[in-house]
């Protein structure tokens, strides 16, 4: 079976400031991860996947996540956080890259305060 | 660019009621997917079709769900004698097999039911 966890339900940021979305997940197999973002009345979006290849993967908005597999983690990061990222994030996990069942966590709601 | 269409998006009935919703995917997406979301949580796999086909079940999906894809397009979902555990927000999202984005979900914004 597989698994996420996602650390803190809700994370406050100042504008300008680092956001760190954290995200550890269970397999049994090489997973598939993703983030994805969703911004109040829409649907979900995505913002990076990562597969195979580069554990770095950078996404849209500038949004990067690092795959560790000795630390089974698969951070959501940005620089600098601004007012529009303001929005839930959820990690979410897969047997393959095709993403036939993905298993959500319980998603990290993002502030962004000036 | 038209995305993936749900209806209705918001749904109010009472217990013991059915209720269907419909998801349209997007026109060249061959999977198709529901999931569900209480508040508080993530979304949570309840079936996938791939064209007409349904690949997959998961145990969530009781025997008073029913989901179609009759022509590999549009998809229904029916939830028969409604309880208030049924109260979330049920998603549709579609993606490729192949190609540039595959495995990318697209989601729609939703439907919400309400059982009273």
């Known amino acids: 079976a597989q698994s996420v966890t996602q650390l803190g339900s809700h994370v406050s940021v100042s504008e300008g400031a680092l956001v760190l979305l954290r995200c550890n997940y269970s397999s049994s197999v090489p997973p598939y991860l993703f983030w994805y973002v969703q911004y109040p009345n829409q649907g979900l979006q995505l913002l990076l996947k990562?597969?195979?290849?580069?554990?770095l993967v950078k996404g849209i908005n500038g949004f990067e996540a690092e795959f560790k597999k000795s630390e089974t983690s698969f951070h959501l990061t940005k620089p600098s956080a601004h007012m529009s990222d303001a929005a839930e994030y959820f990690c979410?996990?897969?047997?393959?890259?095709?993403?036939?069942?993905?298993?959500f966590g319980t998603g990290t709601r993002l502030q962004v305060t000036l | 660019d038209t995305g993936v269409s749900q209806d209705p998006r918001h749904k109010i009935t009472k217990r013991g009621q059915n209720v269907t919703f419909r998801c349209d995917p997007i026109s060249e997406h061959n999977r198709l997917y529901w999931y569900r979301q209480t508040l508080g949580q993530g979304p949570e796999f309840l079936t996938y079709?791939?064209?007409?086909?349904?690949?997959?079940k998961s145990r969530l999906l009781s025997d008073r769900f029913s989901a179609e894809r009759p022509k590999g397009s549009f998809s229904t979902l029916e939830i028969q004698r409604t309880e208030q555990g049924d109260s979330a927000m049920y998603l549709c999202?579609?993606?490729?097999?192949?190609?540039?984005?595959?495995?990318?979900?697209?989601f729609g914004e939703g439907s919400r039911l309400t059982v009273l």
């Open positions: 999202a579609s993606s490729l097999t192949s190609g540039g984005r595959t495995g990318e979900l697209f």
């Open positions: 990562y597969t195979t290849g580069a554990t």
């Open positions: 979410a996990v897969s047997r393959t890259g095709t993403a036939s069942k993905l298993t």
């Open positions: 079709f791939q064209n007409e086909a349904q690949l997959e």
